[in-house]
Nanobody
Framework: QVQLVESGGGLVQAGGSLRLSCTASGRTFSDYAMGWFRQAPGKEREFVAAISWTGTIIYYADSVKGRFTISRDNAKNTVFLQMNRLKPEDTAVYYC?????????????????WGQGTQVTVSS
């Protein structure tokens, strides 16, 4: 099992930026596909972004496309989510996840391990 630890959440005004980080345990991080999902109160967990093990295949939810950027640093076993032009509707707990075969998907069912989440709150 891969241990995932998210950080970087917080309170920000609309239009502001945050950068989330997720550090993974294990020596084979570079083989993993990584993803970010989020869950707002009373709603189902939804896809935000995903990156393949090579970093060459990237997916975004339509709601964040052009505002969020996912990236990875394999030397640091870390995946990032740069979030710009934040909106109140981006408020949620953000979860990091991994898929050990390296293939990126946009479905929660396709991932193996999950972090505990980090809260992002965007005030209007």
């Amino acid at each position: 099992q891969v241990q995932l630890v998210e950080s970087g959440g917080g309170l920000v005004q609309a239009g502001g930026s945050l950068r989330l980080s997720c550090t993974a345990s294990g020596r084979t991080f570079s083989d993993y596909a990584m993803g970010w999902f989020r869950q707002a109160p009373g709603k189902e967990r939804e896809f935000v972004a995903a990156i393949s093990w090579t970093g060459t295949i990237i997916y975004y939810a339509d709601s964040v496309k052009g505002r969020f950027t996912i990236s990875r640093d394999n030397a640091k076993n870390t995946v990032f989510l740069q979030m710009n032009r934040l909106k109140p509707e981006d408020t949620a707990v953000y979860y990091c996840t991994c898929r050990t075969d390296g293939v990126a998907y946009s479905s929660t069912d396709m991932y193996d391990d999950w972090g505990q989440g980090t809260q992002v709150t965007v005030s209007s």
